[in-house]
């Protein structure tokens, strides 16, 4: 415990620019020398993909290589550019504490995405499973304003999130592509990226709109009717699509052009934080949160909750319709199959993983699931044991999740760190 | 503390920096990746693609490894799970192609993951050779997908001539899964055929049912009293059991007659006698085989305990195609790029390879010509040949 709380001391001093600088200098010693010289040295056969993971598990010969290769080119990087560079990033982020808030935050998401294109850069696996986990946090995030501020149990989202994937796939392959189904390009395919935000938005609100069939019937009640007819409503979803052979059946539908690049998908994830942490603070919010705890007092206190309750349903649907876009448009692909059972289970395990009530926690959630499969893909059968097992164990000892119940203050985070050091010890 | 964090930085970026005449001296070897549904709703597909797997490479370990162009090259097999997910199946094929290098990659087994895994390996250049998917779509327009199967627009109308020669029938009925890509695909051309054969309303029941359903008899009851002479049901291992012995139970007399999904080893194990003496097309007859396609059959059920289906031969045919395309291209140059495409060019160039589940040629579009077989469940519960129908 004394090592842990000195290492806290003695970084306590780092700002938020710091540490951004400090993964910089990893990401660059990775990009210049990761390939020809550290990994060489280390007999690894190429960099490894997500911090030597895959290939640990797939041959324990090259643990120590790995670990070691994270040393130099992660831990020691970081941590000494973090701390030797204070002495400016500090000045620095008081600098930017000056301008308005918002405008400090976006600069530091701009140097944020930086760090990550580059990183994600060295290799394409790299950027599908940053694309993916992307899009797994508007999902979590979204499933938590119905699930965790809203207090209900609902099952529907991967209809919705169907309802934007097909409605932005075909009006993607509508307007911009040539293809079997749907005949020639009704745009030219250059106005593509500009319109994929309405494309996006559309999809959105078709699924905002496909929530009010669950929602009017189900919010008389509370409970577990809300999920059995969300439930309901998920298969009613899968199998419409599925018997109707225009737009593919399950046979699926492929072809989408490639309009989600990882910058695009950045954009619309900050953007879902955003929105929702202000949707959650705003007094709607609030509202929402007393409707949770009591219904009948909210009433009394003039919160009217029908009105709340849909409109929160809605909004979280719409985020949903925005994921399955983006998903569609990253795998090129999809099928009613992939909107069904399993997806449900696996948003639900990101949901409660991470935490209910808190932003923080579903970034958390989805980052720690989506990270979980893939760096113990090379276990298979194996891996649906330990994961599962890490949920009990969580479940457990945090009921409610990691990080539940707590909010992002983006002031705090960002500020300069050298006078509250001041403030400590004079 | 700062002076030790310096002085370690600075001797690793020295080390690092007078130590540049290393990177070349890494060896090639030949990556071959498998995406394969080793976990997920067929995990017994990703078990025979992954022994074939197994097997090949063991010849290849043999023989002290792969000679292209005068030179032995180390192989090494890249198995991926795929989880019999289509967002899966793309993350192993983008993993095995930028991470792991491979020069070919033989998988998935299924459309509805080959379909979308083709696309990434089309994109990045790297030939794929699906064993089992038969969906047009996987191979259509992309150079770089093969397919080591025939397609269900040829498999249709050869259970429709085979059902028509032999038992004389004019009035059919099919029973299939809507919600399942294959099934249903396969049901729509089988139809589609048969009606050419026999003309409008021949096929006097369609019926339908979605995935995971175990009771059919509301479908069969429907069919039994259309009048119908044979039932056609494209379905996999695990419903064609419950199918047939539900029919049985009410009163279905006629012949049964299936498609390559019924190939599975666990068909017979789970419907027993019930399906003793029914028919289905496939890609090989695993019952009274010959030459090579007999000894892979021995030795597989020596090692694995059990007779190889479809899957498995098809994989195996399939890593034997890439094993010919890439001795074929000549040499390797050890850049991954120029190897792939080299490869791809020696492998749309094979002329009448001779696999265990037949002769293949490919066409423009990276599907091969090759023959169907008829097998019929003989009373041992083996998988005998019966007849073979080529295009």
Known sequence: MGILQKFKQMFSTVPMLGWFLGILAAVLIEYFWGYDYISYYLGLPKIPVLFGALIMLKEPVMIPGALAYDLIVYVIPVLAVAKLSSFITNPGAALLEKLPLWLSAVIHLVCFYAILHLWAGINDYRVLVVKLTLVSIILTVSVNVINGYQGEFSCSHPGFMALGAYVSSILTLVLFTNDKIFGTALLPPALGPYLFPLVLVAGGAAAAIGSLAVAIPSFRTRGDYLAIISLAFMFIVKSAVENLNIIGGARGMGGQPDLAPLPVIFFWTMLCIWVIHNFVTSILGKALNTVRDDEAAAESMTVKTRKTKMTAFMFGAFWAGVAGGLF???????????????????????????GLNSIVGSIVGAVSINVLGEALRPLELFKWIIIPLILIFVMIFRPYGLISFTEINAKKLLEAKHKRQQGVSP | MRKIAVLTMLAFCTAMMFSSLAFSARKTIIKIGINA??????????EGSKYAAQMWLEDIEKAGGLEVGGKKYEVELVIEDNESKAESAVKANTKMITQDDVLAIVGP????????AGEVANKYKTVMISPWSTNPSTTLDRPYVFRGCFLDPFQGPVVANFITEEFGFT??????????????????????????????????AYESFTTKDTDFSSQLTKIVKSGAEVLFTPQYYNEVPLIVSQAKNLGWTGPIVGSD????????????????????????????AKGATKAFIDRYEKTYGYIPDDVAALTWDALRLAQQAIQDAGKLTGKIEKDREAVRDALAQIKDFDGITGKMTFTEEGDPIKCAVIVRINHQGEYEFYGSSCP
């Open chain 1, 328 to 354: 569609a448009h990253v795998l090129t692909y999809i099928n009613p199959g992939m909107f069904s059972i399993n997806r449900l289970a696996e948003i639900l395990a990101m949901v409660y993983f991470g």
């Open chain 2, 171 to 204: 009035k059919a009925a099919v029973l299939y899964d809507v919600a399942s890509d294959y099934p249903k695909g396969l049901a729509e051309v089988f139809k589609q055929a048969w009606e050419d054969k026999h003309g409008p309303g021949s096929v006097v």
């Open chain 2, 261 to 288: 999904s019924w190939g599975s080893a666990e068909t017979v194990e789970l419907c027993g006698e019930d399906c003793y003496g029914l028919f289905f097309s496939s890609h090989y007859a695993a019952a009274g």
């Open chain 2, 109 to 116: 087994q299924s459309s509805k993951q080959a379909v979308p």
């Open chain 2, 37 to 46: 549904p080793l976990t997920g709703d067929i995990p017994k597909v990703g």
